[in-house]
């Protein structure tokens, strides 16, 4: 198969287009650096630099391309509250590009990247794709308008669609910017660094983190699925953590005991979320393979800022502090 990876250069994108060289695949990949790094890429990926936006460029890397994986986007929530304009621009705008110039070039399907921000607050847990989403910040707004001009328009130009709602995504590679940096590689550094954690409301809101190998599987499995064109799929680990339970878990794992800081004038964000699995299996055949420990164990492994940095087992330091009673 012959792919395009737009935003390939970033966390998701180049471990994807790891996965598909691995898997025999040709891969492009289109990415503007705002985030990205191309230096992650297999040295078999052609890589362009570019915005997802720049039509002409789009069309140039879409010759007898087969499937689009559509990864491009500015991802911070609290920044697109500062900057919607800009979240629209890019992440609707770049993807309404994206599709038109899809339809010029006889792409046969695109599997985008949407995420479960879309929900945004639901009663219900865990949440089914045909709950009604609640989508508050602009960057979950940018994210539900870009899912709906997908299906819209792939159904105008006869391509299938199909949307992955991403969960909380982790694993080595994962970008950290100090002005909106992911809770799991941000404690992990700060555990490692000996610095505190700070911890917005009490703690017990509660997320599903999804290690970085099972979001490919489930975006490879979109590729070629079939029955999934217009569909939107959860893809999440299925299990609901705690931030106060995550912390407890970066502890055992890296054998050190931060100091952590309760801030409760700032709010935790909505207080539940995660993801029912049952499309998932039964379109894509997606089962989480790695709980939480182990993609901790995973990404102290593999990622070189956090490799070697690890503390004693919980155990030993468990252990050690019995002896010194
Ligand atoms: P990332 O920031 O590492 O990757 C996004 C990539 O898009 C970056 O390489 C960036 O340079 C590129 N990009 C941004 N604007 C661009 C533009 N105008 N033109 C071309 N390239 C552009 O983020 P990520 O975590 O790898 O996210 C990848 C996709 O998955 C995004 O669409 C994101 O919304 C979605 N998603 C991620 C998560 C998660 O937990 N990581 C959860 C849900 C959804």
């Known amino acids: 198969m012959r792919c395009l990876v737009t935003g390939g250069a970033g966390f998701l994108g180049a471990a994807l287009a790891h996965r598909l060289v691995r898997n025999g695949h040709q891969v492009r990949v289109l990415d503007d650096l705002s985030a990205g790094d191309p230096g992650r890429l297999p040295p078999d990926v052609v890589f362009a630099r570019g915005d997802v936006r720049d039509r002409p460029k789009l069309w140039t890397l879409l010759q007898d391309v087969d499937c689009v994986f559509h990864l491009a986007a500015r991802v911070s929530v609290p920044e697109s509250v500062l900057y919607p304009r800009e979240y629209n621009d890019v992440n609707v705008g770049g993807t309404v590009a994206l599709a038109e110039a899809i339809r010029d070039a006889g792409v046969k399907r695109v599997v985008f990247a949407s995420s479960a921000t879309v929900y945004g607050p639901q009663p219900v847990q865990p ?39 991403i969960f909380n995504a982790y694993g080595p590679g994962q970008n950290l910017p100090p002005s909106h940096a992911p809770v799991v590689p941000l404690y992990l550094k700060n555990i490692l660094t000996g610095a505190s954690l700070i911890v917005y409301g009490d703690g017990s809101q509660t997320r599903d983190f999804v290690y970085v190998d099972d979001v490919m599987d489930a975006l490879v499995a979109a590729s070629t699925a079939p029955n999934v ?85 919980a155990w030993s330091r468990r252990g050690a502090q019995g002896l010194l009673r």
Do not use: M
């Open 229 to 313: 064109n217009r569909a939107t799929i959860n893809v999440g680990s299925g299990q609901e953590t705690s931030i106060n339970h995550l912390i407890a878990t970066l502890e055992d794992v890296s054998g050190r005991r931060p100091e952590v800081l309760h801030n409760p004038q700032q709010s935790g964000g909505i207080g539940r979320l995660v993801a029912d699995l049952g499309k998932a299996r039964s379109l894509l055949g997606y089962t989480p393979r790695v709980s939480l420990v182990q993609g901790v164990e995973q990404l102290l492994r593999l990622d070189p800022r956090f490799a070697g940095k690890r503390g004693g087992s």
């Open 127 to 165: 949440v089914k794709e045909d709950c009604w989403p609640h989508p508050q910040a602009p960057y979950a707004v940018s994210k539900l308008a870009a899912e709906y001009y997908l299906f819209g328009l792939g159904e105008l130009y006869h391509v299938e669609t199909v949307a992955l709602r």
